[in-house]
């Protein structure tokens, strides 16, 4: 038994604590289901920050939206989300095959909610609140 195998036996699930559009677009990330076990996956702001800002995986989408009206923070949720969705997509079987129990895709709230409760759990409820 392999050490994913050991982990799943022991019931533990193994979820990824990133995501890129490199990540989506190159197959990683349905490699890393396929031949990791990965069943779920999380990420943060600043990890889009650092995705955004280090590569040009995202800027004919920063250039459309931009275009479009779209800047700052709804644009940075825009972007994020559209990823989110897609690895979701990915993670859908898992979900079903599972009942719920992995499958997941999730993101924390905005960091500048940070000392806002009501804010946080009005974004944390519905993404495009925030």
């Known amino acids: 038994m392999n050490a994913i195998q050991q982990l799943q036996y022991l019931g533990q699930s193994l ?3 990133n995501i890129t559009r490199a990540l989506l677009t ?3 990330l349905s490699r890393y289901i396929r031949d ?3 069943t779920g996956l999380t990420s943060n702001p600043t990890i889009f920050d650092h995705a955004i800002k280090n590569g040009n995986f995202y800027d004919d989408a920063i250039r459309k939206k931009a275009l479009a ?3 700052g923070e709804a644009l940075f949720f825009e972007l994020a989300l559209e990823d989110l969705i897609r690895a979701a997509d990915l993670f859908r079987p898992i979900h079903d095959a599972t ?3 992995d499958g997941w895709v999730s993101l924390e709230v905005s960091p500048l909610l940070a000392d806002d409760t009501a804010g ?3 974004a944390a409820a519905c993404p495009s609140a925030g």
């Open 36 to 38: 990791f076990a990965v």
């Open 120 to 122: 946080t759990i009005k």
């Open 26 to 28: 190159s197959g990683t």
């Open 69 to 71: 009206g779209k800047s």
């Open 15 to 17: 979820w990824l604590d």
């Open 99 to 101: 009942g719920g129990v």
